[in-house]
């Protein structure tokens, strides 16, 4: 097993020409579960998606595990699984059937290897009973996970999602924290929430954005620890909700 | 919770009506088929002025229930009433007095945020004389203002989110119904409407749909779970938690012992404790592992508690 450890520098990316998504991003990712977090509009998916090598920065520079971001794509991309804040889906195979497709896709072409794989992505989610179902007939829940079992596919050492909670009840978002907790044990987790409670669930490590700068990396307690003495009522102990209201009302 | 934000609201509150008639929503034997199957089945409730939860798995009848009470469904049988007036016999009363944020609310890309309000001011029926200042007034609760002259094109899912709670507001609503309102909405956002519909249930019956339900359980004053077509419960959250005491449960597990145990059991948190798994369970029975302890339930671990009743899938 790798250990990943991501360095981001100076990192930019400007769209068209007058939007500038990410500003000069410097921060380190290491094992473990690590949370984005920030306003709609902070440059979270944008961020995500460089990391998961689907678009270039404009600037600076990403190395994961000293490997460059860029120049080495390909041998980054073995190492990823991402899930997009949008998954498609192919609806009329059954779920057993569209991670054998992806499989495929990441060159597993050996089958009996392949067949093991995907059904230890399967087990990973939790989709056991209902792998030989059509996807169409699967909860909202189910093909969230099964979005992370295609990810899973080809045993990534770094893990990428974009609101992978969003949109799930409170039993399916339980569910996906418990599969998080579990992977963020041997590999690195990277993905980004609304929910505040999914970091006290999970993550090691956070960041938060705003208007594409990072305001905050560290742990949850630490940002938790930002709202003491800011005038936030706090009840026993500070929260990483108040930390972060704090984070924010300060950057105004 | 104090929230520094909210103090605009206030204006919006004073009702135009006299309100000192009994404030009630009513729901007596609700049942919802669509074809073979039982989307909800014989739900009575009455919800008096104050904040309401809906929640409950996807899939469990939550949209069905709010688009019913909307006028936009007809259940199968049952009434629904708001302050004695029947939706079925007087609906164009009934509907003069809700505000509904629908789940998938859509906007007109070519307008602006005050374009679209005021069309919607004026489908509502809301007298040209104040048409405009009660837009202003609810694109100012809803902080849209400064995004006033952008066309809905270019605003992002959170921003025209809160475009559909705003369209909710205007016509003063004696039931507002929402329907996942904080979808898309990021923290700060998300703990400003949360405040907001406090405040605003202070004078209104509020009902909004939620699966966050962590986050609005300090303000609301009842929660409605809503399960297998059926609301399993009804009542103040304490309540709600009370029935779950005595159902969690916390062990130490090694990974072996985690991997043999993981299928059979429901868990409601897992977290690594020095390379060991500390997991929180949820069973009505002691589940038979050496060293575990009943502890007391979150609002979660009881919502989990609660819809893995009967049957674990």
């Known amino acids: 097993m790798v250990l990943m450890m991501i360095e981001i520098k100076s990192l930019r990316k400007r769209y068209n020409d007058n939007c500038i998504a990410l500003k000069e991003i410097t921060c380190s990712i290491g094992a473990g579960v690590f949370g984005l977090l920030g306003e709609n509009g902070a440059g979270k998916s944008t961020l995500l998606k460089i990391l998961a090598t689907v678009i270039e920065p404009t600037g600076g520079q990403v190395t994961v595990n000293r490997l460059d971001l860029y120049s080495d794509k390909a041998a980054i991309r073995n190492q990823l699984g991402y899930l997009p804040q949008e998954f498609g889906f192919y609806s009329r195979l059954t779920g057993f059937e569209m991670l054998e497709y992806f499989a495929v896709l990441k060159g597993l072409t050996n089958r009996q290897a392949r067949k093991t794989q995907v059904n230890e992505a399967i087990e990973q989610v939790n989709l056991g009973a209902v792998k030989d179902r059509r996807i169409s007939a699967y909860s909202y829940g189910m093909k969230q996970r099964l979005g992370i079992a295609q990810a899973l596919l080809g045993n990534p050492q770094l893990l990428i999602m974009d609101e992978p909670t969003a949109g799930l009840d409170p039993v399916e978002r339980n569910n996906i924290h418990n599969i998080i907790s579990e992977l963020g044990r041997s590999i690195t987790i990277v993905y980004s929430t609304h929910i505040l409670a999914d970091i006290e669930a999970c993550c090691s490590e956070l960041a938060v954005l705003r208007q594409g700068s990072l305001v905050f990396t560290g742990k949850p307690n630490e940002l938790a620890a930002l709202a003491t003495g800011m005038g936030w009522q706090i009840k026993d102990t500070a929260s990483v909700k108040d930390g972060y209201m704090s984070l924010m009302e300060a950057a105004r | ?313």
């Not at chain 2, 809301?126 to 203002?145: F, G, N, R």
């Not at chain 2, 992002?156 to 309102?181: C, H, S, Y």
């Open chain 2, 1 to 313: 919770m104090q929230c520094i934000y909210v103090t605009c609201v206030m204006k919006l509150i004073t009702p135009k009506m006299d309100r000192r008639e009994k404030n009630m929503l009513v729901l007596d034997s609700i049942t919802k088929r669509f074809k073979k199957n039982t989307a909800l089945n014989m739900i009575s409730l009455s919800l008096p002025k104050g904040l309401h939860l809906l929640t409950g798995p996807n899939g469990a009848g939550k949209t069905t229930l709010l688009r019913i009470i909307a006028g936009i469904i007809a259940p199968t049988t049952g009434q629904v009433s708001l302050n004695g007036i029947s939706l079925f016999s007087d609906s164009v009363r009934f509907k003069a007095r809700i505000g509904y944020l629908p789940q998938k609310f859509g906007v007109y890309p070519e307008m602006t945020a005050q374009k679209f309000l005021r069309y919607f001011a004026d489908l509502k029926g809301i007298p040209a004389s104040v048409a405009a200042q009660k837009v202003e007034e609810v694109m100012d609760i809803a902080k849209i203002t400064s995004f006033h002259n952008k066309t809905l094109r270019d605003w992002t899912k959170g921003m025209r989110q809160k475009v559909g709670i705003a369209q909710g507001l205007l016509n003063d609503p004696e039931l507002l119904l929402m329907d996942e309102p904080l979808s898309g909405l990021d923290p700060q956002e998300r703990y400003y409407f949360c405040n907001l519909f406090s405040q605003l249930s202070s004078e209104r019956i509020v009902l909004l749909s939620t699966h966050i339900i962590e986050e609005l359980a300090a303000l609301a004053d009842s929660i409605m779970l809503l399960d297998k077509n059926k609301l399993q419960f009804k009542g103040p959250i304490p309540r709600m938690m009370d029935t779950a005491r005595g159902g969690v449960w916390l062990a130490t597990l090694s990974e072996g012992e985690w991997n043999n145990k993981k299928t059979e059991l429901i868990v409601s948190s897992l977290r690594d404790n020095n390379g060991l798994y500390e997991v929180r369970i949820i069973s009505a029975v002691r589940p038979e592992i050496t060293g575990v302890c009943s502890v007391e339930p979150t609002l979660e671990d009881t919502y989990i508690y609660l819809v893995s009743k009967d049957d674990s899938e």
